[in-house]
C-alpha cells in the first residue's frame, strides 16, 4: 500500500497546477494584444493621481501673485517660506500629533467592535442576521448630522466635550457600522471547514476567532483600518464642533487658520496641504506591499 500523501505534498503540487494554469492563460491567443492597453490604461491613471499631488507641490513654493499668473507652472523660485508660515501659524506640528492620536484610536476601537460584530454575523448562528445587516445598511445611509444637537449636550454633561477621547468615540461609532459589513463579507468568504476542524480539536469560541479566524482575515482588518484611518485624519465637520481648544485640534483644521478676513494665503494653504498629504503618502508605500502578501496568503478560499 502507498502512503497518503501529507497536506504539504498536496499544497504544492496544487500551487504548481495554479501556475501551470496561469501560464497557459497567459500565453491564450490575445494576450500579448491587450498588454499595451494595460500598460497604457495605468499610465493614465497613474498620471491622473500625480499630477494633482506635483500642482499642489509646485505651488506651495509659489507666493499669491505668482500663483494667480502661473496656476500650474513651475515656481519661479524655490522659497521655502510657504512651510514656515504654515508650520507656525497653522501649529501643523501639534495637529498631526493629535490627527495621529485620533486615528491610532478609531481604527482600534473599529477593529474591536467591528471585527467582534462581524465575525458573530458571519461565523456564528445569530438570529435575524439578514435583519441586523439591513439595520446596518440603513445606519451607513443616515445622515450623522440628525445626532449633532442631542450628542452636543450629552457629550457635554459627561465631560467628552473638548477632548480627543470623546471625539474618538464619534468616530468609533460612525464607522464600525460600514467596517462591520466589510468585514463580514471578507469572513463569510472563508471556509467553515476550517473553524468546524478547530472546535472538533477542543478549541473554544474564543481561540476560534482569535487563533484562526483572525489570522485569515488580516487582509480584511488592514483594509478596513486604512479607509477607516483615512477618514479620520481628514474628517473636518465634527472635529470643529466637539473641539475648541487649539492643542486639540486635528491637522485637518489647520485651514481655518489660513483665512484672513475676506482673503485666503494659497500659497500657505497649498504648502499645508502638501505636508498634510506626506503622512498619507508615506503609509500607503509602506502598506501595500503588506496588504498585498495578505491577500495572496490569506487561505484557500471556496
Known amino acids: 500500500m502507498t502512503a497518503a500523501p501529507d497536506t504539504e505534498t498536496i499544497h504544492h503540487s496544487t500551487r504548481r497546477r495554479m ?32 499630477l494633482p499631488v506635483l500642482v499642489l507641490f509646485f505651488n506651495s513654493f509659489k507666493s499669491d501673485t505668482e500663483l494667480a499668473t502661473n496656476p ?58 439578514r435583519g441586523i445587516s439591513f439595520y446596518l445598511l440603513i445606519v451607513i445611509s443616515l445622515p450623522a448630522q440628525m445626532f449633532l444637537v442631542p450628542l452636543f449636550f450629552m457629550w457635554t454633561n459627561l465631560g467628552l466635550y473638548d477632548n480627543l477621547f470623546g471625539l474618538i468615540l464619534i468616530y468609533t461609532a460612525l464607522n464600525t457600522p460600514f467596517a462591520t459589513l466589510l468585514l463580514e463579507t471578507f469572513l463569510v468568504g472563508i471556509p467553515k471547514e476550517l473553524d468546524e476542524a478547530a472546535r472538533l480539536d477542543g478549541a473554544n469560541e474564543w481561540q476560534v476567532a482569535t487563533k484562526v479566524m483572525l489570522p485569515l482575515s488580516r487582509p480584511g482588518f488592514l483594509t478596513a483600518g486604512l479607509v477607516v484611518g483615512l477618514a479620520v485624519y481628514g474628517e473636518l465637520f465634527f472635529a470643529v464642533i466637539f473641539i475648541s481648544s487649539p492643542n486639540n485640534l486635528p491637522i485637518s483644521t489647520a485651514f481655518l487658520s489660513f483665512q484672513q478676513g475676506f482673503t485666503r494665503l494659497y500659497g500657505v494653504t497649498d504648502a499645508a496641504g502638501f505636508i498634510m498629504i506626506i503622512p498619507v503618502i508615506l503609509l500607503f508605500l509602506l502598506m501595500q506591499r503588506r496588504f498585498i502578501s495578505g491577500l495572496a496568503s490569506s487561505g484557500v478560499k471556496g
Request: with cysteine; proline share 4%.
Open 19 to 50: 501556475i501551470r494554469s496561469n501560464g497557459d492563460m497567459d500565453a491564450r491567443p490575445g494576450g500579448l494584444k491587450r498588454a499595451p492597453l494595460s500598460v497604457i490604461a495605468l499610465t493614465l491613471l497613474a498620471l491622473f493621481a500625480i
Open 72 to 129: 500650474i507652472g513651475f515656481p519661479q523660485s524655490w522659497d521655502l517660506s510657504n512651510f514656515e508660515t504654515a508650520w507656525t501659524m497653522g501649529n501643523l506640528g501639534q495637529g498631526l500629533a493629535n490627527s495621529a492620536i485620533l486615528v491610532v484610536g478609531t481604527v482600534i476601537g473599529v477593529w474591536i467592535c467591528a471585527g467582534m460584530a462581524a465575525y458573530a454575523l458571519a461565523r456564528l448562528n445569530v438570529p435575524f442576521k
